[in-house]
């Protein structure tokens, strides 16, 4: 078979190309009060789809007010209910990592903790079934 060349294949296109798609995205932002605005100006106000972390900020600072999209402190997103549930949830993994260290036949445990759609916290651990592998490029895969 003949390779086919690159021209070959624009001429071969029998669809026009997609018009800008209605939608815009925001990742990775801080102090955006609003991160919804920043993804709808991203969308009506810029030719991109997404913008991440200080691009995103920077844009959204170009914006003029009308555009809805304000900043704040970092003070403005603490609440006192928000850090007890954080400070909750560190002492009660540190009690468990204590706990679940070392399974009865002195091998390491191997803990899985999954949350559901509704937020419920379902663990399993299982020293024999649960193994850790290296992957090809480095990163961790878990199998349980």
């Not at 029998?14 to 100006?41: C, D, E, F, T």
């Not at 009308?66 to 009660?92: C, H, I, K, M, S």
């Amino acid at each position: 078979t003949k390779p086919i060349s690159p021209h070959q294949i624009t001429r071969q296109r029998k669809y026009p190309p997609m018009p800008h798609p209605r939608a815009g995205s925001v990742a990775g932002v801080n102090n955006v009060q609003n991160p919804i605005s920043l993804a709808r100006a991203v969308m009506e106000r810029s030719p991109h789809v997404m913008l991440v972390g200080k691009g995103a900020e920077e844009f959204g600072r170009t914006l003029p007010r009308d555009a809805g999209v304000d900043f704040q402190p970092d003070e403005y997103f603490w609440t006192e209910r928000r850090w007890n549930q954080l400070v909750n949830v560190r002492e009660e993994e540190a009690k468990q990592q204590q706990n679940n260290s070392v399974s009865a036949t002195g091998a390491p445990k191997k803990t899985m903790v999954q949350l559901d759609h509704s937020g419920n916290r379902n663990e399993k651990t299982n020293p024999s079934k649960c193994t850790i592998n290296e992957s090809i490029n480095g990163h961790e895969q878990r199998k349980f």
